[in-house]
């Protein structure tokens, strides 16, 4: 599902230049959970940008279900990936004004889906994920593992191929951060979704069904 080839990406401070990709190249199978491994600094989340098309590599080629991000501008790569990709970040990303239904009716926003049909969708989500009984509450009524929860229901939510998950549970204690790898195992296993995991905690990539270790820009 995901092919990368020579992966390089350098970024400018004045006279510095620093080398945050250096030739990665990876292949990632439908239905995998990959955990990228490594300490802050490495390249990692650099990595999961490119890989998700938020950033631009400066060399190599992205394949994406035999899509090439390469050749997309900037208007069909925010189609591809409101179409084909959720995404989980360490600090949720919520709007603290709606609540955790409204939250996630947000990433349907660009389907152009009516209201009743993203409410629905948007419930039932929210229920897989163990939220049934906190659809109406807001951010700061729920614990950080349940406001986690609400982004893996937003992540979710338009049925996407791939989900990439930025530290997952880097905000999250050590058995809250355990229970929310139970939850993506469930859904990778029940749904059959690609999950490509950023983390520096060991403990949370042994849940992974592969797991790539990353030191200074490179893949080892």
């Known amino acids: 599902m995901i092919i990368a080839e020579n992966l390089k990406k350098i970024y400018k401070n004045g006279s510095i230049r620093i080398m945050a990709l250096s030739g990665i190249s990876l292949h990632i199978k439908k239905g995998e959970i990959v955990s990228i491994l490594g300490p802050s600094g490495c390249g990692k989340s650099t990595l999961l940008n490119c890989l998700s098309a938020i950033d631009e590599p ?14 997309m501008n900037d208007n069909q790569k925010t189609k591809f990936r409101a179409e084909k990709m959720g995404f989980i970040f360490q600090s949720y990303n919520l709007i603290p004004v709606l609540n955790a239904v409204e939250n996630v009716e947000m990433a349907l926003l660009t389907q152009k889906e009516k209201r009743k049909n993203t409410l ?4 039932e989500v929210l229920k897989q ?14 614990s950080g ?3 986690q929860r609400v982004s893996i229901a937003r992540a979710l939510v338009h049925n996407p191929e791939i989900i990439w998950a930025d530290e997952p549970t880097g905000a999250l204690d050590t058995e809250t951060g355990l229970k929310i790898m139970d939850l993506i195992l469930y ?5 059959q979704k690609t999950f490509v995991i950023v983390t520096h905690d060991e403990r949370i990539a042994q849940f992974s069904s592969r797991i790539l270790r990353m030191d200074s820009g490179r893949l080892s």
């Open 58 to 71: 400066d060399e190599g080629t992205i394949k994406i279900d035999e899509c090439t991000l390469n050749t």
């Open 120 to 123: 629905e969708k948007s419930v």
């Open 129 to 142: 994920v163990g939220l049934g009984e906190r659809i109406y509450h807001y951010p700061n009524q729920m």
């Open 145 to 147: 593992g349940e406001c």
């Open 187 to 191: 859904l990778n296993k029940e749904f």
